[in-house]
């Protein structure tokens, strides 16, 4: 749902006010007791919305649409070190074949083959593949 500039800076300044109202009334309740664990969690609950208020005030994405888009960035940039490990190896043969083992480029790809390898096993590790 979208919200007017207007009606967020309302509903800023009113969860504002419930906020400092709850904090007031939290000073008068016996710290342990259902009534200030309640008390608690409203505070709390009211600056998460204070914030994500204040996030879309300043034209911040949702949270979600934030973790999705990082997602996404993360499964592109793994798919292509997915391509680039199966393209090195007929790049190396290729150069193996013109007998061109001993040149810079054989020995970069050599290099990059055994990085990429390193990366995709550190990823395997922790459960990515």
């Given at each position: 749902?979208?919200?007017?500039?207007?009606?967020?800076?309302?509903?800023?300044?009113?969860?504002?006010?419930?906020?400092?109202?709850?904090?007031k009334v939290q000073e008068k309740l016996r710290e342990g007791t259902p009534q200030h664990s309640l008390t608690k969690n409203r505070i709390k609950?009211?600056?998460?919305?204070?914030?994500?208020?204040?996030?879309?005030?300043e034209g911040e994405p949702p949270r979600g649409e934030a973790d999705?888009?990082?997602?996404e960035k993360f499964?592109?940039?793994y798919q292509g070190l997915q391509d680039s490990m199966s393209d090195i190896p007929?790049?190396?043969?290729?150069?193996?074949?013109?007998?061109?083992e001993k040149t810079v480029t054989y020995k970069e790809l050599v290099a990059?083959?055994?990085i990429n390898n390193n990366i995709l096993m550190f990823f395997e590790r922790y459960g990515i593949e």
């Open positions: 749902m979208t919200y007017t500039k207007e009606e967020l800076n309302d509903a800023l300044r009113a969860i504002g006010s419930l906020i400092n109202k709850c904090e609950a009211f600056r998460i919305a204070s914030d994500h208020i204040t996030g879309a005030l999705s888009a990082r997602l499964e592109n940039a007929a790049r190396l043969e290729a150069l193996r074949s013109a007998g061109k990059q083959k055994l």
